[in-house]
Structure formats: C-alpha cells, structure tokens
C-alpha cells in the first residue's frame, strides 16, 4: 500500500507539459519519450526512423516529425510543430547524437568523419536550443536538457575524439546558456551519462568487446546503465522538482568519473 501511494504522489510531474525529444526512436531518447508520456506530457518526437517514429508516437499519443537534427529548416520545422500542435514548447531534450566506427583515434579519423559528428552531435543542439529558446523566454519558463556525456569530463585512451570533443562543446554551450537565460526563468543543463546499454553501445561489444571489456572495468558500480535510468535522470531536469538546477553537469554515470580505483 505504500508503494502505491508513493506512486500516485509522483505520477504527473509534468503533466500538461510539451516536450520535445530528438533521437526519440531507440535507447535513451525512446525511454524518456516513455517516460514523459507516462508523466502526462504531450511529447513531439523528431527522429529520421520513419518506420518506428510514428507506431510511437501513436503508442505514446503524441505526434512524429521526420527531422534530420542538422538542418536548421527542419529543426525549426520541429519545434514550430509542436507550438501549433500543443500551444507551447515547455521542455526540450537534444538528444540526437552518433558514435560511429570511423571516430577513433585522432591519427585514424579523417576530416570528414570529424565534421559529420560535430554536426550531429554539436550542431544539432546548438539548432535545437536556437529553436526552442524564443518560445521558452516568450512563455517566460521551460527546461532545455541536452545531452552530453562523462567523456566530457575525462579522457579515454580508447578514444572516440570527434566524439569527446563534440560532449565537450555541448557541455560548455549548455552551461554558459543555463547562466544566460536564468533569470529569464529558462533552465539549460547538460546530461552527462556513463556507458548506456543502448544500441550503439552493443554495436561496440559486437564489433570491439575487448574496447567495451576495457571500459566496463572503470565502472565502479560493475555494469552499464540502462537507458531507463536515464529517463529518470532527464524526468527530474525536466520537473519542477530540479527548479534550482540549471547550467549543471548531471553525471550520471555509475561513479566513473569519481573513481581512482573501481571496488573488487
């Protein structure tokens, strides 16, 4: 009986809220396009999977928009469509990112394997925060979560270099616009997760699982995370309840970037 009142008390935290999710069709962008529904928001999905996209966003009672996260036309188009759709834009999470096999080392990633994900990883959320902003400082409130990541924070010896590189830049761009726009009642931060046991992470253990062993080893709590967990993480920056975080590096990351060594 307990657990189910503690349910009911938490069930809605953002219940009426229009939020905006990229990569909203697989692993953590699809649990927390879940998760905020289930929360009661009204929830637009823009993703390039037009064969998931919109079985989802029918499964979640929300609206699918076929967005490549790079163009700026689209990317209005995104959030333009969900102000008509819902009559606001309260929560955005630029989550849209790619980890390709040719981003290695700095002395093996060619150029055009750099650009390509500071485009998808960078860009996109610099577009996406371009996009929402002016309808968040119109209504006077709204929570921006962008995703980063822990390599933001540390280095890798198993690098992914345009990857790490791209983290960074939407860790810094996230801080410095959380502080910009805080007194405009507009919270920016940045989710920085650890390993996630998503699709491109078992593509890794497919295709490298001595890289995937060499990373898991650092994890102090002995296993990746589960994009569920995340959800949670990015339900709280989404919610009142996190009312006086903003500019942030939300770790969530099993204790790895806290760790000298990992318990046996």
Same mark, same amino acid.
């Given at each position: 009986?307990?657990?189910?009142?503690?349910?009911?008390?938490?069930?809605?935290?953002?219940?009426?809220?229009?939020?905006?999710?990229?990569?909203?069709?697989?692993?953590?962008?699809?649990?927390?396009?879940?998760?905020?529904?289930?929360?009661?928001?009204?929830?637009?999905?823009?993703?390039?999977?037009?064969?998931?996209?919109?079985?989802?966003?029918?499964?979640?009672?929300?609206?699918?928009?076929?967005?490549?996260?790079?163009?700026?036309?689209?990317?209005?188009?995104?959030?333009?469509?969900?102000?008509?759709?819902?009559?606001?834009?309260?929560?955005?999470?630029?989550?849209?990112?790619?980890?390709?096999?040719?981003?290695?080392?700095?002395?093996?990633?060619?150029?055009?394997?750099?650009?390509?994900?500071?485009?998808?990883?960078?860009?996109?959320?610099?577009?996406?925060?371009?996009? &929402?902003?002016?309808?968040?400082?119109?209504?006077?409130?709204? #929570?921006?979560?962008? +995703? $980063? /990541?822990?390599?933001? @924070?540390? %280095?890798?010896?198993?690098?992914?270099?345009?990857?790490?590189?791209?983290?960074?830049?939407?860790?810094?761009?996230?801080?410095?616009?959380?502080?910009?726009?805080?007194?405009?009642?507009?919270?920016?931060?940045?989710?920085?997760?650890?390993?996630?046991?998503?699709?491109?992470?078992?593509?890794?253990?497919?295709?490298?699982?001595?890289?995937?062993?060499?990373?898991?080893?650092?994890?102090?709590?002995?296993?990746?995370?589960?994009?569920?967990?995340? &959800?949670?993480?990015?339900?709280?920056?989404?919610?009142?309840? #996190?009312?006086?975080? +903003? $500019? /942030?590096?939300?770790? @969530?990351? %099993?204790?790895?970037?806290?760790?000298?060594?990992?318990?046996?």
């Amino acid at each position: 009986m307990i657990i189910e009142k503690e349910v009911e008390v938490m069930a809605g935290r953002i219940e009426g809220k229009v939020a905006v999710v990229t990569g909203g069709c697989s692993g953590i962008g699809l649990a927390v396009v879940q998760r905020f529904a289930a929360e009661g928001a009204k929830v637009v999905i823009g993703d390039v999977d037009d064969v998931k996209g919109p079985t989802i966003a029918e499964q979640v009672g929300g609206t699918y928009v076929h967005v490549d996260v790079t163009d700026k036309r689209q990317v209005d188009a995104l959030f333009e469509t969900a102000f008509t759709t819902y009559g606001s834009v309260d929560i955005a999470f630029n989550n849209a990112g790619i980890s390709p096999p040719e981003d290695a080392s700095i002395l093996d990633t060619e150029l055009e394997a750099w650009k390509r994900v500071q485009e998808v990883n960078l860009t996109s959320v610099y577009l996406c925060c371009k996009a &929402a902003l002016p309808y968040m400082l119109e209504q006077k409130s709204g #929570s921006i979560i962008n +995703t $980063a /990541s822990f390599v933001a @924070v540390m %280095g890798a010896a198993t690098s992914q270099i345009s990857y790490s590189a791209s983290k960074g830049g939407v860790l810094s761009m996230s801080r410095e616009l959380g502080v910009q726009f805080a007194r405009e009642g507009v919270r920016v931060n940045a989710l920085c997760p650890g390993p996630v046991n998503t699709p491109l992470l078992q593509e890794l253990f497919a295709t490298d699982p001595e890289r995937a062993q060499r990373r898991l080893v650092h994890v102090p709590l002995g296993r990746f995370a589960e994009p569920a967990e995340m &959800a949670n993480a990015v339900l709280f920056l989404a919610s009142d309840e #996190s009312s006086f975080i +903003t $500019a /942030s590096t939300f770790l @969530v990351d %099993g204790g790895i970037s806290g760790a000298y060594v990992t318990p046996v």
